[in-house]
């Protein structure tokens, strides 16, 4: 056991006034998010709150994450202790800010853990990032405009300029308000295309894109599409393509799987947001095909899928749990030693 978590115990043992007032950053400066998150889930549950039909979803996020309980772990490569997420229980509300924070670091975890058999198995394959737009709509014409789009895609993955170079595909939506108060629905994707789609006749330029999604859609104006190559990391010494392959498609991977709806959307007009979430109720916002279909596995999401959300979640631990609750009243996770768990 490294001093510092010894130092940590030995303090965290002493079950006192002080230790009950120790707030998680205070632990773990790096784990600041947790409060950032948990407040914006407030903000949005007061939304909740003020509309009956949506009294259960206030309800609920009310409890989400409500004891966070870490384990102290050492670091593989500095050998440091740090504090790691072990348990807690997550309210899984569609638009609940933490709980879209934890399931888009799920999704890239499981996406990174995937990327080396995905090299192994088709080691000439290239990225492409995609984003696919329309008009900005009315709010309450959300529903029908998704519809549209979503047979827009189908119609998409039949046209030979796709099916024929891509291997696979992860295809998110997202809903931005405009200043106007309208909303604005497009499609981020990353594809995963063969090697040949960049020579000859099988290159897409954006123009074509353009092309191809406005007749898809069957609009009758041309549409914002933007189309780049995600360009692997130069190779270190000693290190597995993989690897250059993961650092190449960080950013990209983050702007595929980020917030269906930013919390600042959420919270800018709460009539806006109300209707926006009956118009996209029961509407899968993450859908994926082809050598990518199983990769994020978004039907599976348990309490633990969620607090578990990285390489190392392996890393042994002693058992020993420190429990931090979320304190409304100063938006911040302090130390609740009551509900610890001793291994």
């Known amino acids: 056991m490294s001093t510092a978590k010894?130092?940590?115990?030995?303090?965290?043992?002493?079950?006192?006034?002080?230790?009950?007032?120790?707030?998680?950053?205070?632990?773990?400066?790096?784990?600041?998010?947790?409060?950032?998150?948990?407040?914006?889930?407030?903000?949005?549950a007061a939304i909740y709150a003020q509309a009956r039909e949506f009294?259960?979803?206030?309800?609920?996020?009310?409890?989400?994450?409500?004891?966070?309980?870490?384990?102290?772990?050492?670091?593989?490569?500095?050998?440091?202790?740090?504090?790691?997420l072990r348990e807690a229980q997550f309210c899984r509300v569609r638009n609940c800010p933490n709980c879209q924070w934890r399931r888009t670091l799920m999704w890239a975890a499981r996406f990174y853990q995937a990327l080396p058999g995905l090299v192994?198995?088709?080691?000439?394959?290239?990225?492409?990032?995609?984003?696919?737009?329309?008009?900005?709509?009315?709010v309450g014409d959300l529903g029908g405009e998704l519809t549209n789009m979503n047979a827009a895609w189908q119609r998409l993955k039949e046209r030979r300029e796709f099916a024929g170079p891509v291997l696979g595909w992860i295809r998110t939506t997202e809903v931005t308000r405009g200043s106007d108060g309208s909303a604005h629905p497009h499609f981020h994707v990353l594809l995963m295309v063969r090697p040949s789609y960049f020579r000859g006749q099988s290159y897409v330029s954006q123009a074509r894109w353009v092309e191809l999604w406005q007749q898809a859609g069957r609009l009758g104006y041309s549409p914002v599409v933007d189309v780049r190559t995600v360009k692997p990391r130069a190779i270190k010494p000693g290190q597995a393509p993989a690897a250059a392959e993961a650092n190449g498609l960080h950013g990209v991977v983050a702007e595929v799987l980020k917030y269906a709806v930013k919390p600042c959307d959420m919270t800018a007009d709460s009539a806006w947001f109300l209707e926006l979430t009956r118009q996209i109720h029961r509407r899968r916002f993450i859908a994926s095909g082809g050598a990518l279909k199983a990769v994020l596995r978004p039907d599976q999401e348990s309490d633990e899928d969620l607090a578990l959300t990285d390489n190392e979640a392996e890393d042994e631990d002693d058992g020993h749990r420190l429990a931090f609750a979320w304190k409304n009243e100063k938006r911040q996770y302090r130390r609740k030693p009551q509900a610890d768990k001793f291994g």
């Open 120 to 138: 192994e198995q088709y080691p000439k394959a290239r990225w492409l990032f995609l984003t696919l737009t329309a008009r900005n709509c009315d």
């Open 55 to 84: 009294e259960r979803y206030a309800a609920r996020m009310g409890e989400c994450a409500g004891i966070l309980r870490f384990a102290w772990v050492d670091d593989r490569k500095t050998g440091e202790s740090r504090l790691r």
């Open 6 to 44: 010894s130092v940590y115990r030995s303090l965290d043992e002493e079950v006192n006034s002080a230790c009950e007032d120790r707030a998680l950053v205070a632990y773990s400066p790096q784990d600041k998010p947790w409060d950032v998150h948990r407040g914006q889930t407030d903000d949005v």
